[in-house]
């Protein structure tokens, strides 16, 4: 909906991938307001994207769709100080991680809708999961425009907003474990005497073509490995040390932490 006016509050690093998301997919810069913190930072994207820095309260009164981008401990005093200048009719779209729409709710007039959304880093090229969960007072048409922000940073799914803690421990911070699991596979290469170079070419490849062959192919990951794992051969012999080190039950702890860790964000937020 282009003829909306956007306020990304607190544009920082989420922030500004919804901005160049939004200009990618057509929305004029005019109709694109931010706010920040620091006078360089908001010099940097208006030189950067043409758009126009505000104050929060000139965003609240300019803008139909407030996209609230700053950290979650934050986000408390940032209603303290423009909740009473919202009116029901914006739609707000939280990029807080870990926070409830009824964290907003209870700082917002009533009935004021509120859309939940988690992305993730690769919305740096195009390749983002974005899920997108309503508020109590968000229907289907506020979702639709909270896809529309998204969809040109890659792909969108709606969820229920019980869902989304999960949502934050597997796609939210999953491209940090899949950076390390390349970096621990570099060093082995590295160990089994390769240039770090030709060790990075091998296992980032390796990377790119077993994602797009699990997207593109339907078939059920434990497939695609079996057809990888021969009788007797190299890599049954690695996915025993793996399973030996428990890996597999290493990564379900992993993500049950992440999933911890956004619920005690919630629990701290004033």
């Known amino acids: 909906m282009p003829e909306q006016t956007v306020a990304v509050i607190g544009a920082g690093k989420m922030g500004e991938l919804v901005l160049s998301g939004l200009l990618r997919s057509g929305w004029p810069a005019e109709r694109l307001l931010v706010t920040v913190r620091r006078a360089a930072r908001g010099a940097e994207l208006a030189d950067r994207y043409g758009v126009t820095v505000v104050d929060n309260a000139e ?22 100080e423009i909740g009473g200048k919202i009116t029901a009719d914006k739609l707000i779209v939280s990029l807080c991680a870990g926070l409830p729409t009824s964290f907003f709710a209870a700082r917002l007039p009533e009935g004021t809708p509120v859309v939940r959304v988690m992305t993730n ?3 740096l090229v195009d390749q983002a999961m974005t899920a997108i969960s309503a508020g109590p007072h968000a229907g289907g048409e506020h979702l639709a425009v909270a896809e529309e922000m998204f969809k040109p940073l890659g792909v969108t799914i709606r969820v229920p907003e019980s869902q989304q803690d999960a949502v934050t421990a597997l796609s939210g911070s999953g491209p940090a474990y899949f950076y390390l699991l390349v970096e621990a596979m570099i060093d082995a290469g590295v160990l089994l005497g390769l240039p770090r170079q030709v060790a990075h070419e091998l296992i980032v490849q390796t990377a790119i073509g077993s994602s797009v062959m699990l997207r593109d192919s339907g078939e059920h990951p434990v497939k695609l490995r079996e057809a990888v794992t021969s009788p ?39």
């Open 59 to 80: 965003a609240v009164s300019r803008a139909g769709i407030l996209a609230v981008g700053v950290k979650p401990q934050d986000a408390g005093a940032l209603l303290d």
């Open 232 to 270: 007797a051969g190299t890599t049954i012999a690695a996915i025993h040390e793996l399973e030996k080190h428990g890996v597999r039950a290493a990564l379900l702890d992993a993500l049950e932490a992440a999933r911890n860790r956004a619920r005690d964000i919630a629990s701290q937020a004033k």
């Open 121 to 123: 880093t690769p919305a």
